[in-house]
Nanobody, 124 residues
Framework: QVQLVESGGGLVKAGGSLRLSCAGS????????MGWFRQAPGKEREFVAA????????SYADSVKGRFTISRDNAKNTVYLQMNSLKPEDTAVYYC?????????????????WGQGTQVTVSS
């Protein structure tokens, strides 16, 4: 069983940056595929980024490509999401997730463990 705790959310002006962290505990972090998802009020949860166990393969939603970077440090059991050039439409609760699959996926129902989420608010 893996527990995930996100941190780093907050209020930032458009064009600013934030770095989200997701710390895992309760198990070995390394085998898991890690993903970031977000959910805005009244909208469905959507894929943001994912990374494989080694960190060598990543995937991004088109809406964040070139602005966000996902990375991981398996020694620290932590995955990061560096968010630059933030826009008001990036406002959402951001969740990290861990999956037991081998291939990274954008499908939220293929992830096995979830954090509680961290709020990101981007003002115009």
């Amino acid at each position: 069983q893996v527990q995930l705790v996100e941190s780093g959310g907050g209020l930032v002006k458009a064009g600013g940056s934030l770095r989200l962290s997701c710390a895992g505990s309760g198990g070995t972090f390394r085998p898991y595929i890690m993903g970031w998802f977000r959910q805005a009020p009244g909208k469905e949860r959507e894929f943001v980024a994912a990374i494989n166990w080694s960190g060598g393969i990543t995937s991004y939603a088109d809406s964040v490509k070139g602005r966000f970077t996902i990375s991981r440090d398996n020694a620290k059991n932590t995955v990061y999401l560096q968010m630059n050039s933030l826009k008001p439409e990036d406002t959402a609760v951001y969740y990290c997730a861990a999956g037991l699959g081998v291939v990274i996926t954008r499908r939220y129902n293929e992830y096995d463990y979830w954090g509680q989420g961290t709020q990101v608010t981007v003002s115009s």
